[in-house]
């Protein structure tokens, strides 16, 4: 019996020990933006949370659009993660639940996709982009990442040991048709993959950076990421002042891990209760 709680004990600590650790870059932030500038360079660094955090705000929302940016990486982000959870969970059904010629050696195509470096397509998706006049528009934010192979890989790992063969055979013997097996069998069981999925698209798109930097050529309509590049001064940069612009940016993101994790633990919760 000790040893059961000296090993609850120790497995507590640690937990509490990497929730710190997992929570201190946030407070950190929240710190230096709640500084000046001046008090973030001081020895030895203040740890405390200071009085000039909403003169800070203050100082992002008159140097940029702030909640304009925000709008459209948040439309930009929805859209995309609503259009990966549709095409990668319907990719990943038809790979891990349908036989089907050349199924393998597309998939095994789109596993090397994973080496090929992100950073290449970026030339030819402007020059195709370009071609149908989409430059400077949402559709270049949204078009180009409707799916993705991480997206379909994560997704057929998941369906093809979560959804029983049993349950396919079922809906054909009823007489349903593909889409009709995603519908009703598929996505109910993917739920959990795909709260993840969400939650990871969500995050990516609205941190990126380089792609809407490129694209977005008007500068009234920039993405939060490259609105707050501008907070940098050519001669100096006011420390605090870029900080408190981050931490506004991270806030909407708090709040979406925390709907979609509880989402994500429910439906978890949920799937190891039926089996």
Do not use: C
Not at 146 to 169: C, H, T, V
Not at 235 to 264: E, K, Q
């Amino acid at each position: 019996m000790r040893t059961e709680t000296v090993r609850t004990v120790v497995g507590h600590v640690v937990l509490m020990f990497g929730v710190l650790v997992s929570i201190f870059p946030f407070y950190w932030m929240l710190v230096m933006a709640s500084n000046t500038t001046s008090d973030i360079f001081t020895y030895p660094p203040k740890l405390f949370v200071g009085s000039h955090l909403f003169e800070n705000m203050g100082h992002v929302l008159d140097n940029i659009d702030f909640f304009g940016s925000m709008l459209i990486t948040l439309i930009a982000s929805l859209g995309v993660t609503v259009l990966v959870l549709f095409f990668d969970s319907l990719a990943a059904f038809a790979f891990a639940k349908y036989e089907f010629p050349g199924r393998n050696l597309l998939f095994g195509l789109l596993l090397a996709t994973f080496m090929i470096p992100s950073q290449l397509a970026l030339v030819p998706q402007f020059v195709t982009l370009a071609e149908f006049g989409w430059i400077g528009s949402l559709k270049a934010l949204i078009i180009p990442g409707a799916a993705n192979a991480f997206g379909i890989f994560w997704m057929r790992q998941y369906a093809k040991g979560a959804i029983p063969d049993e349950l396919i055979s079922a809906a054909k013997v009823d007489g349903a048709g593909f889409f009709r097996q995603y519908l009703t069998v598929g996505l109910p069981v993917l739920r959990p993959g795909l709260a993840f999925l969400g939650i990871f698209t969500f995050i990516n798109v609205w941190n990126d950076y380089l792609w809407p930097l490129i694209v977005m050529t008007d500068p009234n309509k920039l993405t939060l990421q490259v609105a707050l590049q501008q907070l940098n001064g050519v001669y100096g940069t006011d420390y605090s002042m870029v900080m408190a612009g981050a931490l506004m940016s991270v806030i909407p993101l708090i709040g979406v891990f925390l709907i979609g994790g509880r989402h994500f633990i429910a439906d978890i919760a949920a799937g190891a209760m039926k089996f």
